[in-house]
């Protein structure tokens, strides 16, 4: 089965500074899809970014880059220049290419400080 | 266009009653999800409808929980004889189905049940 570690429940980050989030994930499969999502206390879950495992360049979407390490089977999220809309709850989420369901990690709360 | 709607937004409800939360998928998505959100299990996969085929029932925690999905829209989550232990936000989301080059899965807002 596959298994999403996030290993930092809490990140603390000064406003316009940069912080990076941690993912590792376990699975037998080649072709599978890697996402970040942030959920404000709103409770809306928010697509981030996305990759697809069988592209070796990492994704970007304005502040947001990812690491994507396949052989280690990492995917780390980094925020760039970091906004108080930032604080927020962000999951890293896994689902296989036939994407039947996705697998979270136990996310990782984000503090920005003023 | 409309995103993922889900009813009610809050639901309190008394130990031993049976609950229904509805999903409103957007419109076109053929693929249909739910999820649990608990402070206990995080979030967990809990049924996937696709189109007219079988759904995958494999993340209902006990026979105490089902769903449907009605002419290929609506989506009701039924939970009878709620436990204490069923407290949780309840997130649908839909996806295009098919080969999606994204497999992007959208989500509503949820619903929070609380069973006293």
């Known amino acids: 089965a596959q298994t999403v570690t996030q290993s930092q429940p809490e990140m603390s980050v000064q406003e316009a500074e940069t912080v990076t989030l941690s993912c590792t994930y376990d699975?037998?499969?080649?072709?599978?899809?890697l996402f970040w999502y942030k959920q404000p206390p709103s409770r809306q879950m928010i697509l981030v970014i996305r990759?697809?495992?069988?592209?070796?360049q990492n994704a970007t979407e304005n502040r947001f880059s990812v690491n994507f390490q396949k052989a280690a089977k990492s995917f780390s999220l980094k925020i760039s220049d970091s906004q108080l809309g930032d604080a927020a709850m962000y999951f890293c989420?896994?689902?296989?290419?036939?994407?039947?369901?996705?697998?979270f990690g136990g996310g990782t709360r984000v503090l920005v400080k003023p | 266009g409309a995103g993922v709607s889900q009813s009610p937004s809050n639901k309190v409800t008394e130990k031993g009653k049976d609950v229904e939360l509805r999903c409103d998928p957007i419109?076109?998505?053929?693929?249909l999800y739910w999820y649990r959100q608990s402070l206990g299990q995080g979030l967990e996969f809990l049924i996937y409808?696709?189109?007219?085929?079988?759904?995958?029932k494999s993340g209902l925690p006990s026979d105490r929980f089902s769903a449907e999905r009605t002419g290929g829209s609506v989506s009701t989550l039924t939970i009878q004889r709620t436990q204490q232990e069923d407290s949780a936000v309840y997130l649908c989301?839909?996806?295009?189905?098919?080969?999606?080059?994204?497999?992007?899965?959208?989500f509503g807002p949820g619903t929070r049940l609380t069973v006293l």
């Open positions: 699975t037998s499969e080649s072709d599978y899809y």
């Open positions: 989420a896994y689902t296989s290419a036939a994407g039947n369901k996705l697998t």
């Open positions: 409808f696709q189109g007219n085929s079988a759904p995958d």
């Open positions: 990759q697809e495992a069988y592209k070796q």
């Open positions: 419109s076109g998505h053929t693929a």
């Open positions: 989301a839909s996806k295009l189905g098919g080969i999606s080059s994204y497999n992007e899965q959208f």
